[in-house]
C-alpha cells in the first residue's frame, strides 16, 4: 500500500529487459554492429514513448530518474535561459523544493510561493497576479499531482497562463505519468519529467522532455550522448524497461484506473464505517491522484509509533514522501496545507496489484489499533 513511493516491476518489462540482458550488451555509442544494435534499442523506446505523449522523439532526453530530471530542467532554466525568478508552492516532491532552495541560497533566484488552500489546490488567480507583477525571466514549477495528498493542477490551465505572461512552465509529472493521458501536443509547456518505477518500471531510469523550442546545455557534462544534453553511457536496459512499462501502462490504462479507483473509494467507505473520527487530507473527490489516499486518524498515544506498528503488523504504508520516511521529519506537505501535526496521516497508494481484500485486511487491522484495549 505504498505505491506512491515504488511500484513492483510488471512482469512484461522484467521479460523485456531480461531478455535484452542476455541477448545484447554493446555500447550505444560504439559504431560497429554490437554498438548499432543497442542504439537501435533506444531509439525504438524514444520514438515509443514520444508516441504516447504526442511529442517529438527529439524532445526526450533520459535521465536517471525524476530526480535528475527536475534539476535538470530547474537548474538549465536558470543557468541557460536567463530564469531570474521561480515561482512554485512549498508542498513540491524535495527533487524540486530543494533545488529551489540550493539556487536560491547560491543568490541565483528569487523565489516566490503561489498559495494552496486547505486541501492544496493550487490558487491559479494568485498565480496571475504573481505572473503581472513582474514579466523578468520567470520559471513556474508546480507538480501535476503530489505525491502525498493527491491534488492536481489543469496542466492545460497552468500553461495556457504562464505562456500569456511569457513565463517558462516545468511540471513534475512523476506521479502521473503512466496513470493518465497526457497530450504534450495541446499543453503549452516546457519541461515534464517522467521516473519509470512509479507504474511498473525499473528504478534508475526515467527522462526530461524538454520542449523543442526551448535551448538548454547539459546539466553533466562529458560525452556526446543524449545528443551532447546528457553524458555517460545510456542505461539500455532502463530506457527499454521504461518504454515497455509505458507500453503496458497506456495499453491496459482505462482498466487500471477503473480498478484502482474502486480500490480506493472503497478504503475510503471502509475507513468511515469502521473507525469514528477518522478524516482525510488532501483531495479525495474524482478529481485527485486516484492512486493516493492520505488518512487523518484519531488521535492516539502513541502516533509517533503508528507507522512502525503497522510495518510489524504486516502493511506498507508511508507518513509522507518515500525520499523522507525512515528519517524523523514531518511532512512538509501536511505543514504547507497547514494540516495539524497532532493526529497521525498515513499516506496509503495504490497500484493494479492491489485489491479489496487487502483493504479489508488494512482496516481490520487498523480498527484493532483504534479499539479500546480490554486489560
Ligand atoms: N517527483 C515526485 C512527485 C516523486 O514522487 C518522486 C519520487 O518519490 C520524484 C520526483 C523522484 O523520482 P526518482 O525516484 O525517480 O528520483
Sequence with gaps: MDNAATTPMDEEVVNEMANLMRNSFGNPSSIHALGREARTHIEKSRKKIAEYLSCSPAEIFFTSGGTEADNMAIRCAVEDMGVKRIITTTIEHHAVSHTVEDLWHKNRIRIQFVNVNVQGHVDVHHLETLLQEDDGPTLVSLMHANNE?????DLLTVGTLCRKYNAYFHSDT???M???TINLKEIPIDFVTCSAHKFHGP?????LYINSHVKIKPLITGGSQE???RAGTE?????????????VAYRDLPAHQQHITEVKNYMIKKLREEIPGVDFNGDISDKSLYTVLNVKFPTTPDSEMFLMKLDILGICASGGSACSSGSNVGSHVLAGIKCAGDRPSIRFSFSKYNTKEEVDKVVNVLKGMFEPQVV
Design 149 to 153: 495528498i493527491a491534488t492536481m493542477i
Design 174 to 176: 512523476v506521479q502521473t
Design 178 to 180: 503512466g496513470h493518465y
Design 203 to 207: 528504478k534508475g531510469i526515467g527522462f
Design 227 to 229: 545528443r551532447n544534453m
Design 235 to 247: 542505461n539500455i536496459y532502463g530506457i527499454v524497461g521504461l518504454a515497455k512499462a509505458m507500453e
